[in-house]
């Protein structure tokens, strides 16, 4: 009877520990889609982890407000976005050697995890027009976006300051070293609020990350501020005819966190480390043009299993895409977000 006893309690321990309930938060549409094919699939091939993918706004509010009501677990922020939720104490805070190793942390590039976050690919936005409105000559750099003479018809322009800050001084002649340097002055935002004005009456404004490329497609829009891979999706698996003008590429990291309130954070770092493989970093940039952030990553993207389209070729930091890019700067959003906001806002006439 004692040896029974001992044979059933050797067998419990060697059970496989139950697997967890896990919510994973990212932003819906094309890049969703590889994600869940990509890094979600495999991850619950591999753990047997039950995933439940949620679609939010991307804000540091929205996770505040919503995280810990409906179970957020592992959130999929832009870096300056992660900054302030991590100042804010929103975030689980890593240890990221208890996660990679040495020579895995000095993989990534341009920088690696912090604290808070662990980069996951790099994205662009992007300036992208519709071909069809625009037969004889074609829009080729920034500049061409606020001039409405030359290249008529409707700018689809996030309502945001984001990015089109940048493009307005980058359309004065700013240099894109001294871009973010002159944002932080009164008279850099003036001077591109200024610039702003001469397309106003041109402009129709999105929120969902999706609107810019249907804007294109269905043409509603002439030109469209937008990411890269968004109208990557749009042209080459609807067959849209949209192309993306490289110049003034504004390229930006995207993080994995995890929330602060998390019920499931050992499952939640695990999954963080699977997706930060490079296997996994590869896989998704073989299906959506968003590049990885670990060097050893790029040699394994291969041709989109759906088109044949050499993926390499349209990533955002791509050699040959030339022309003017600017690296944003994520402590410079993180740190200027109230004031963006409220300049914007005072430019709409949304303050009276």
Not at 9 to 28: K, N
Not at 148 to 157: C, L, Q, Y
Not at 235 to 257: K, L, N, Q, T, Y
């Amino acid at each position: 009877m004692r040896l029974c006893n001992v044979l059933l309690l050797c067998s419990l321990f060697a059970l496989p520990a139950a697997a967890e309930d896990l919510t994973i938060v990212s932003w819906g549409g094309a890049y969703e889609a590889a994600q869940r094919e990509a890094v979600i699939a495999p991850f619950v091939e591999e753990t047997g982890h039950d995933v439940t993918v949620d679609v939010y706004d991307g804000t540091w509010t929205a996770l505040a407000e919503h995280g810990a009501d409906q179970g957020w677990d592992v959130i999929d922020m832009l870096d300056d976005q992660a900054r302030v939720a991590c100042g804010r104490g929103l975030l689980l805070e890593l240890d990221p050697r208890s996660l990679f190793t040495s020579d895995a942390l000095a993989d990534f590039t341009p920088s690696g995890p912090t604290r808070c976050s662990v980069p996951q690919n790099a994205y662009a936005r992007v300036m992208a027009f519709d071909d069809r409105a625009f037969p004889g000559i074609k829009p080729t750099s920034i500049e061409d976006f606020f001039d409405t003479e030359r290249f008529p018809g409707p700018r689809a322009v996030q309502r945001s300051p984001d990015g089109i800050l940048e493009w307005a001084l980058l359309a004065e002649g700013v240099p894109p070293e001294q871009v973010y340097g002159l944002l932080s002055t009164d008279r850099g935002l003036k001077l591109a609020f200024r610039r702003l004005d001469s397309i106003r009456d041109d402009i129709i404004w999105w929120q969902d990350p999706a609107e810019p490329a249907a804007m294109l497609a269905d043409g509603r829009a002439a030109m469209a501020a937008g990411f890269n891979g968004r109208f990557f999706d749009m042209a080459h698996h609807r067959g849209a005819p949209i192309d993306i003008v490289w110049d003034g590429r504004i390229i930006g990291i995207e993080v994995w966190v995890i929330a602060a309130s998390s019920d499931a954070p050992e499952a939640a770092r695990a999954f963080v480390a699977h997706a930060s493989r490079p296997a996994s970093m590869a896989r998704l940039a073989t299906r959506i043009p968003y590049g990885p952030t670990r060097r050893s990553a790029f040699d394994r993207i291969a041709l989109n299993p759906a088109t044949g389209a050499p993926m390499r070729s349209y990533l955002p930091n791509a050699p040959q895409h030339g022309g003017r890019s600017l690296l944003q700067d994520s402590t410079w959003y993180a740190n200027t977000e109230d004031l963006r906001l409220r300049r914007f806002r005072a430019w709409l006439n949304e303050d009276g």
